[in-house]
């Protein structure tokens, strides 16, 4: 169905980016490690990333290794993996396919390549890597699940329903716009109850998944519990457009290299008019 595949669109879109760099090593600069200083103590961090901004990924692994060091990492949550896949029951030295079944790795939807880095850094630190994501199975009992849309206040499920149409380019027929909000609420709410199960008292959870996500206003924030301490950052372009605008969305934004330029509202048109042939 056609709203499925633009679903798989909005997801590589990831409406806005993440960061922080090296200096040609693997270890934090100064300034990254006072950032890093001041998100904690916390239960959990949220990073808001670009799916396709290769920097951004760059940047988990040094906050996973930053962590991993200092012994305070709980978990790393991944908005790429469902919930219930998790490497626990795994070593340290576990082989990168043995991960990968772990977790049920989709290499389509999530190429190995981008996120295999930090995913196994996590693991040769001795740090669990779970799966957070809505499970495929509960998609579409999501898309009809109206108790979702009491979530969020009026004024944030109005917000949340325009990202849905602005994610998928205006194509997204209207009448699929309040099922495909469902799906993104019902994201937010699984990765909610995936951090809130992996926190540990004195460490902290990190979740890695797109900006939207973690969305103060409106996502995974609005979905944990009231005591539970969490501190988002967004990761985006140096030159963002927007960036100056989401300090109320998210405690920090973090500057780091632009993912490469492509228009993916014209390539979903053009995949689109393909199909309808």
Not at 8 to 33: F, K, W, Y
Not at 60 to 88: C, D, F, N, P, W
Not at 107 to 121: D, F, H, K, L
Request: proline share 6%; hydrophobic share 45%; aromatic share 4%.
């Amino acid at each position: 169905m056609i709203f499925n595949r633009l679903w798989v669109v909005a997801a590589v879109i990831g409406l806005v980016g993440c960061a922080v760099s090296s200096r040609g090593s693997e270890q934090p600069d100064p300034i990254q490690t006072r950032q890093i200083d001041q998100l904690l103590p916390t239960d959990a961090i949220l990073l808001g990333e670009q799916h396709d901004a290769p920097d951004h990924q760059r940047i988990h692994r040094l906050i996973v290794e930053t962590l991993a060091t200092r012994q305070t990492l709980a978990a790393l949550a991944l908005e790429m993996a469902s919930q219930g896949q998790s490497t626990k029951e795994l070593g340290q030295n576990a082989g990168e396919d043995r991960v990968r079944t772990a977790l049920q790795w989709d290499n389509e939807a999530w190429p190995w390549t981008a996120y295999g880095p930090v995913v196994m850094a996590a693991v040769r630190a001795g740090v669990p890597v779970v799966g957070a994501n809505l499970p495929r199975a509960r998609l579409r009992e999501a898309m009809t699940d109206t108790g979702f849309d009491r979530l969020l206040s009026g004024p944030a499920l109005k917000a949340q329903q325009q990202n849905i149409r602005l994610g998928h380019c205006g194509l997204l027929p209207e009448s699929q716009i309040s099922p495909m909000t469902r799906v993104q609420i019902a994201r937010d709410v699984a990765m909610a109850q995936t951090i809130a199960r992996a926190a540990v008292v004195g460490k902290t959870v990190l979740l890695l998944a797109g900006s939207g996500h973690v969305d103060r206003t409106l996502g995974i924030p609005q979905h944990l519990p009231q005591d539970f301490k969490v501190k988002t950052v967004l990761l985006h372009a140096e030159q963002a457009p927007d960036a100056t605008n989401s300090i109320a969305q998210f405690d920090q934004l973090w500057p780091a290299k632009p993912a490469p330029v492509i228009d993916y509202c014209a390539n979903l048109t053009a995949r689109q008019l393909t199909h309808s042939f």
